[in-house]
């Protein structure tokens, strides 16, 4: 069964950081473009950051990029989202996803707040 299991998030004050862990089961995750998306309270989901099969290759969204890194771990079958400077506009429950697909982990709460 191909599962998506996330770990991490939390609470911190403005430009703090935190790590979000996609760990994958039943499947290899470098067979498959992985993405980050967020989605705050009242807001539509929105797209963070994805990371290519094939090369590794990432992408970023404006309102994130410099501050958040994606990375994968092959080794352990697990995606990362780094996030440094965390600002109150990134408060959102945060999920992978394989990019394009239903497979969605069970999302992680991230706030972020003085």
């Known amino acids: 069964q191909l599962q998506l299991v996330q770990s991490g998030g939390g609470s911190v004050q403005p430009g703090g950081s935190l790590r979000l862990s996609c760990a994958a089961s039943g499947f290899s995750l470098d067979h498959y473009d992985i993405g980050w998306f967020r989605q705050a309270p009242g807001k539509e989901r929105e797209g963070v950051s994805c990371i290519n099969k094939s090369d590794g290759s990432t992408n970023y969204e404006d309102y994130v990029k410099g501050r958040f890194t994606i990375s994968r771990d092959t080794a352990k079958n697990t995606v990362y989202l780094r996030m440094n400077s965390l600002k109150p506009e990134d408060t959102a429950v945060y999920y992978c996803?394989?990019?394009?697909?239903?497979?969605w982990g069970q999302g992680t709460q991230v706030t972020v707040s003085s």
């Open positions: 996803n394989v990019y394009g697909s239903d497979y």
